[in-house]
């Protein structure tokens, strides 16, 4: 009887405890939510590098830390800046701005945006050294330490700011499609992100000059004028005329302009710009159109001439630039370059003739990040060595390859170092942790936990989340899969899956991070009742080149095939409802979603395509032309991918939702295949989402995720 009784009193207080859990919702979780930062893993704001001191906002106040004992003490206050400003007759801030740490390698210091000035304070926060007057539209700003000056642009002019406000004209082209400073030049492929670059010792600034002129232009409509508007924009497509790009040196000493002499073809990619250390020369990876020839070429920066070819990388497939060279200090003759050219993401040590001195990494496995330190004697790489899932920090000894892990703890990590290369942050989460900041000097080995954030979801009824492996169709390669679903599967009961689905080049989904890097929305709906699988198939990244580029010139042929062993292996769980399975994606993951429709209608019940590539004959050159050649070369790749070829194999419930100010996948797609479906007696449904541009994002994101959900349990649970 007493036995009895504990078990009942066992299950009350286990269903009491149950009942108790709340349940989450949509502004919960998604992005722009009412209450989403609640559930955002806590963090350390502002926390960076200032020399070898750290700092970090705490209330109202950058407070400043020394290693040596982790005293901290109060390096400014919004107080202290109000009053800084007052005097210069600028507004009060309402808050902390965020904060941006400079240094030269002897000086460093802090700066802000605020009231259309950059205020940079001294070292010590106890006063404003400089202001820098701006004008309404100044943006990309790109600032040079050494010499305390800023590049910036605005519209398609390029402007410098010196160090007593003086604005000094770089360049600005009376035809508004020639920009100066372009910060978007080949669409912001090849790891390109900014325009400028300023010379290692801030004597000149090399730029980008793009010139569209002869891109066609390309329609979008604003309706949010009392009448439409169009705007036109220049997206230049597979197998059309594209863009062309020049480089160009301004001096400040004499203020002049040079353009190097890059020649023709000019439809050349021109990435990685890299300045040598004595400002005498530029280094640039040359791609050509076809993306399978790199060149790494000098050029003089005084006169702009062509003063060498160093080698030259092929692969019959593309090859793909993505990092500047690192010169080495103290060894301006030597320098890094980055290459898949043994099959994984990988650093050489080359000499300035062009001469491959040796492969400092190698092995089965992708360098992700370098950086070398002040003395030379070490490179800081992240790297996926231990894991494909995992992202960890390694010392590497530049004379000899040794490697050193610094990251001893699984997982993710965004580490930060010093100048020096002694101190390191060390940010990062795992499956099992929402976040945790390390602080660690590497000379004495001692760390110090600065932050171990609390689980946010502490509180509420979470599903069942788990990482795995399959093999991917070849039947060789293991593929890792997340799987999200409820915390209790009930015995006999069968459940609804929906596959989350991006599958293509430069993204990886499953990942040892926070609850391995499920989104909110899986968390959701594996709460609703739905089992949520994602598969990094062949073609996402961070596997290496053979991996990513099986899909060469046959896009969502390669990715289809391992999507649907992940299918095979759902069906094979016992609780799955094979005849309740649908799919999800965005983009690429759109491509996917419908692809997976249309070509396995058996299977796919109901299906959510966001901004989808449709016919990828509509997508920009740079990105289209690397993974399928022009339509003239591979028409055959072309049409096999064309989905509006196959609109009439549509059996289930298919949502397209498309941003009607989709500058990436313009809305031709969606829209061509309505008219594809029309023709083929078939009845996709039809989501827009005005002024909206590729996702949706703000506010509107939960309104977007609960049509998607109530899409499915219309016609999925």
């Known amino acids: 009887m007493k036995l009895r009784f504990l078990f009942i009193l066992a299950i009350t207080q286990f269903m009491a405890v149950s009942a108790q859990l709340k349940e989450f919702s949509l502004d919960n979780l998604m992005p722009g939510g009412?209450?989403?930062?609640?559930?955002?893993?806590?963090?350390?704001?502002?926390?960076?590098?200032?020399?070898?001191?750290?700092?970090?906002?705490?209330?109202?106040?950058?407070?400043?830390?020394?290693?040596?004992?982790?005293?901290?003490?109060?390096?400014?206050?919004?107080?202290?800046?109000?009053?800084?400003?007052?005097?210069?007759?600028?507004?009060?801030?309402?808050?902390?701005?965020?904060?941006?740490?400079?240094?030269?390698?002897?000086?460093?210091?802090?700066?802000?945006?605020?009231?259309?000035?950059?205020?940079h304070l001294s070292a010590d926060g106890s006063s404003i050294e400089q202001l820098y007057p701006l004008e309404k539209g100044d943006t990309d700003f790109d600032f040079d330490p050494h010499k305390r000056q800023y590049a910036l642009t605005n519209e398609n002019g390029l402007y410098i700011i010196s160090p007593n406000g003086e604005r000094i004209t770089v360049g600005k082209d009376s035809n508004g499609y020639i920009s100066m400073g372009a910060n978007n030049v080949h669409r912001n492929e090849f790891g390109i992100k900014k325009g400028t670059f300023w010379s290692p010792k801030g004597n000149a600034l090399a730029f980008y000059r793009m010139n569209e002129t002869m891109v066609g232009d390309y329609p979008l409509v604003d309706i949010s004028a009392r009448e439409a508007k169009l705007k036109n924009i220049k997206y230049p497509m597979a197998g059309m005329r594209s863009h062309e790009v020049t480089v160009g040196v301004f001096r400040l000493s004499d203020r002049n302009t040079v353009y190097l002499h890059t020649g023709t073809p000019k439809d050349r990619y021109f990435t990685n710009i890299t300045w040598s250390p004595d400002e005498k020369e530029?280094?640039?990876?040359?791609?050509?159109?076809?993306q399978d020839t790199c060149l790494v070429e000098v050029y003089d920066a005084a006169s702009g001439k062509h003063l060498r070819t160093l080698?030259?990388?092929?692969?019959?497939?593309?090859?793909?630039?993505?990092?500047?060279?690192?010169?080495?200090?103290?060894?301006?003759?030597?320098?890094?370059?980055?290459?898949?050219?043994?099959?994984?993401?990988?650093?050489?040590?080359?000499?300035?003739?062009?001469?491959?001195?040796?492969?400092?990494?190698?092995?089965?496995?992708?360098?992700?990040?370098?950086?070398?330190?002040?003395?030379?004697?070490?490179?800081?790489?992240?790297s996926t060595e231990a894991s494909p899932l995992e992202v960890n920090l390694y010392r590497v000894t530049l004379s000899n390859g040794k490697r050193e892990r610094l990251t001893p703890a699984n997982g993710v990590h965004t580490p930060l170092m010093s100048k020096s290369g002694r101190y390191m942050i060390d940010r990062y989460s795992n499956h099992n942790t929402p976040r945790m900041i390390d602080?660690?000097?590497?000379?004495?080995?001692?760390?110090?936990?600065?932050?171990?954030?609390?689980?946010?979801?502490?509180?509420?009824?979470?599903?069942?989340?788990?990482?795995?492996?399959?093999?991917?169709?070849?039947g060789e390669t293991d593929l890792y899969y997340r799987l999200t679903q409820p915390a209790k599967i009930e015995t006999g009961k069968k459940y609804p899956?929906?596959?989350?689905?991006?599958?293509?080049?430069?993204?990886?989904?499953?990942?040892?991070?926070?609850?391995?890097?499920?989104?909110?929305?899986?968390?959701?709906?594996?709460?609703?009742?739905?089992?949520?699988?994602?598969?990094?198939?062949?073609g996402s990244a961070n596997r290496g080149s053979a991996f990513e580029n099986v899909t060469h010139r046959q896009l969502g042929k390669i990715e289809l095939q391992d999507q649907m062993e992940g299918i095979k292996w759902l069906k094979s769980l016992p609780y799955v409802d094979e005849n309740r399975i649908g799919v999800?994606?965005?983009?690429?993951?759109?491509?996917?979603?419908?692809?997976?429709?249309?070509?396995?209608?058996?299977?796919?019940?109901?299906?959510?395509?966001?901004?989808?590539?449709?016919d990828w004959k509509y997508y920009e050159i740079m990105y289209g032309e690397r993974y399928m050649g022009s339509p003239k070369e591979n028409a055959q790749g072309y049409k096999n991918s064309n989905l509006n070829r196959i609109a009439g194999n549509l059996q289930g419930h298919l949502l397209l939702i498309h941003g009607d100010q989709d500058p990436v996948v313009v809305w031709q797609h969606s829209l061509s295949f309505l008219k594809s479906c029309i023709q083929s007696g078939t009845y996709p449904d039809y989501f827009v989402y005005p002024g909206h541009f590729h996702n949706v994002l703000g506010p509107d994101r939960v309104h977007l995720y609960e049509k998607i959900t109530r899409y499915f349990d219309d016609y999925l649970k």
């Open 282 to 290: 530029i280094y640039i990876q040359e791609l050509n159109r076809r």
């Open 439 to 474: 602080f660690s000097d590497l000379k004495t080995g001692k760390t110090k936990n600065l932050l171990c954030a609390p689980d946010p979801y502490d509180g509420y009824a979470m599903p069942d989340i788990k990482c795995g492996t399959i093999k991917a169709a070849d």
């Open 584 to 614: 999800h994606g965005w983009s690429f993951g759109g491509f996917m979603t419908t692809n997976m429709m249309l070509n396995n209608p058996e299977t796919f019940k109901t299906g959510v395509a966001g901004g989808p590539v449709i």
């Open 311 to 382: 080698f030259t990388e092929t692969n019959e497939k593309y090859v793909e630039p993505e990092n500047p060279l690192i010169f080495i200090p103290g060894k301006p003759e030597l320098f890094i370059y980055t290459s898949r050219k043994d099959g994984y993401r990988h650093l050489y040590l080359y000499d300035t003739s062009g001469k491959m001195i040796r492969q400092i990494t190698r092995g089965e496995w992708e360098v992700l990040s370098a950086e070398i330190d002040p003395t030379g004697k070490y490179l800081y790489i992240t």
């Open 34 to 119: 009412k209450t989403y930062a609640r559930f955002v893993p806590k963090n350390i704001k502002q926390l960076q590098f200032l020399g070898e001191n750290y700092i970090y906002q705490k209330g109202d106040s950058i407070m400043i830390v020394k290693p040596g004992n982790h005293k901290e003490k109060v390096l400014v206050t919004v107080k202290d800046i109000n009053r800084f400003i007052a005097e210069k007759g600028l507004k009060p801030v309402g808050s902390m701005p965020r904060i941006s740490v400079w240094e030269d390698g002897k000086e460093n210091g802090i700066s802000f945006l605020h009231d259309k000035h950059f205020i």
């Open 497 to 538: 899956v929906i596959v989350y689905v991006y599958g293509g080049p430069h993204v990886q989904q499953v990942r040892d991070g926070w609850k391995w890097d499920a989104r909110g929305w899986d968390i959701y709906m594996a709460n609703r009742g739905y089992i949520i699988f994602t598969i990094d198939g062949r």
